[in-house]
């Protein structure tokens, strides 16, 4: 399924109200007595402050080439442009939030604004092309509200979702609707593992997040399809939530790679290829080989092994199982370093 991104216009809410009796440090409380069948509206005046509004702007002489004539400004210049907007959303009471890659690459300045018209200068610490995951922080005098991570495993397809965000500059504009599907593939990246909804998305959710009714984030609104309507795709958490401690201490996230040309197989994935020099070849394994198990995990397809190996850092130690002409081997393998995008187009998987 072809999908594009849903483009920076507006960055979400500012996710949680503190109430009177919430502690300092701690994340938002949804209030007493609140029940969803009734309204949402408990569940949104809780955690419409801490999802925020993401502004960038870039030197306009790096962009010169795709300005129109009348805003052609002189070389040298250090004018900065506004050229988009997005959502994004706190997630601890120091300043740090997340969205998407995509709504802060290439940004000379990236500016910040919680639902309380409060602005504030935002640091990019850590981003993950591969998930579009960007992790944001800003300094303020004060605790800032934040909302808590769920666990997308815990949710189901039919399930009611909600999703706070900006979409087309409409700042803080809120949408509901249900799981429409999980897993879904769209071609975005090696790591596909999206959560399909029919909450509203559009062209400034890029980043916001995606509630479940008790209030927890499963995802981070990241791509719509244009031809459909109430079709919308975000990220699960449980794809960005393991990688958060690397993107805060390095910056990025060193995945762990194979090396190898995959094709499925009815046992399991199939060897077409091993390339010289890369942890596949020191491991011993050649095409042919079909691997049924990584790390005791059983596997279905080569989507299934790209995900598995994604999830592991580089230099970790795992096993293997394959069948080699008809017999079952285990071989153990040091994974390397995933290449970016540029090298993985001459590398395997």
Do not use: C, M
């Given at each position: 399924m072809n999908a594009r991104y849903a483009i920076p216009l507006a960055l979400g809410a500012a996710i949680g109200i503190v109430a009177s009796n919430t502690q300092a440090n701690s994340s938002v409380a949804l209030p007493a007595g609140y029940n969803p069948a009734r309204s949402l509206a408990p569940l949104v005046e809780t955690l419409s402050p801490a999802v925020v509004s993401v502004t960038i702007s870039q030197n306009a002489t790096d962009i010169a080439s795709e300005l129109p004539p009348w805003m052609q400004v002189p070389e040298g210049s250090q004018e900065k442009l506004k050229t988009g907007q997005g959502s994004g959303f706190l997630i601890?009471?120091?300043?740090?939030?997340?969205?998407?890659?995509?709504?802060?690459?290439?940004?000379?300045?990236?500016?910040?604004?919680?639902?309380?018209?409060?602005?504030?200068?935002?640091?990019?610490?850590?981003?993950?092309?591969?998930?579009?995951?960007?992790?944001?922080?800003?300094?303020?005098?004060?605790?800032?509200?934040?909302?808590?991570?769920?666990?997308?495993?815990?949710?189901?397809?039919?399930?009611?979702?909600?999703?706070?965000?900006?979409?087309?500059?409409?700042?803080?504009?809120?949408?509901?609707?249900?799981?429409?599907?999980?897993?879904?593939?769209?071609?975005?990246?090696?790591?596909?593992?999206?959560?399909?909804?029919?909450?509203?998305?559009?062209p400034g959710n890029s980043g916001g997040p995606l509630f479940n009714l008790d209030g927890e984030v499963i995802g981070i609104n990241t791509a719509i399809n244009p031809w459909g309507q109430g079709i919308g795709f975000s990220v699960s958490v449980d794809a960005f939530a393991p990688i958060l401690d690397d993107l805060r201490s390095e910056g990025r996230v060193r995945r762990g790679w194979v090396g190898v040309g995959l094709s499925s197989h009815e046992s399991g994935v199939l060897i077409a290829a091993v390339y010289a020099n890369t942890p596949a070849a020191a491991a011993g394994l050649i095409a042919g080989d079909v691997i049924t198990h990584f790390d005791g995990a059983p596997l279905s397809d080569s989507d299934a092994l790209v995900r598995r190996v994604g999830s592991h850092r580089a230099g970790e130690k795992v096993t293997l199982q394959v069948l080699r002409e008809g017999e079952r081997e285990e071989l153990t393998m040091v994974l390397g370093e995933r290449p970016g995008r540029e090298q993985m187009q001459s590398w395997g998987r």
């Open positions: 601890s009471d120091d300043g740090y939030l997340l969205t998407n890659n995509h709504v802060v690459a290439d940004a000379a300045e990236v500016s910040i604004t919680l639902q309380d018209g409060r602005t504030f200068d935002g640091e990019v610490i850590g981003t993950d092309e591969n998930l579009d995951i960007a992790l944001v922080r800003i300094s303020a005098d004060e605790s800032l509200p934040y909302v808590e991570l769920g666990q997308a495993t815990e949710s189901r397809v039919g399930d009611w979702v909600v999703a706070i965000g900006n979409p087309f500059g409409l700042s803080h504009t809120v949408t509901a609707g249900i799981i429409s599907a999980k897993g879904r593939e769209i071609q975005a990246g090696p790591y596909d593992d999206f959560i399909q909804t029919d909450a509203s998305i559009n």
